[in-house]
């Protein structure tokens, strides 16, 4: 069975940050590209950041650049997203999403909610 778990989300003050954890269980995890996608109250879910399979290209939403990182530690079968300087524009449902490299297979995680306010 597939399991995406993310975890590390909260309630963080504008200008904080936070790191989010998403641990894959069920794949093989090094033949799949890893992405962050966020979702806030109204509008469409939107990709944040993306890691390809062999980690040697990551991708940004340009309103994310310079102040998120993605990376994955294949070890662990996991993957992270380091946010810094967040805006309360940043807050949203934030999901892992699994893409196999060949092919159309996907997975969802189950999102974790990050709040930026004061």
């Known amino acids: 069975q597939v399991q995406l778990v993310e975890s590390g989300g909260g309630l963080v003050q504008p200008g904080g940050s936070l790191r989010l954890s998403c641990a894959a269980s069920?794949?093989?995890?090094?033949?799949?590209?890893m992405s962050w996608y966020r979702q806030a109250p109204g509008k469409e879910r939107e990709l944040v950041a993306s890691?390809?399979?062999?980690?040697?290209?990551?991708n940004y939403a340009d309103s994310v650049k310079g102040r998120f990182t993605i990376s994955r530690d294949d070890a662990k079968n996991t993957v992270f997203l380091q946010m810094d300087s967040l805006k309360p524009e940043d807050t949203a449902v934030y999901y892992c999403?699994?893409?196999?490299?060949?092919?159309?297979?996907?997975?969802w995680g189950q999102g974790t909610q990050v709040t930026v306010s004061s």
């Open positions: 890691i390809t399979n062999s980690g040697g290209d990551t």
């Open positions: 999403k699994a893409r196999l490299r060949m092919g159309t297979l996907f997975y």
């Open positions: 069920g794949i093989t995890f090094i033949r799949y590209h």
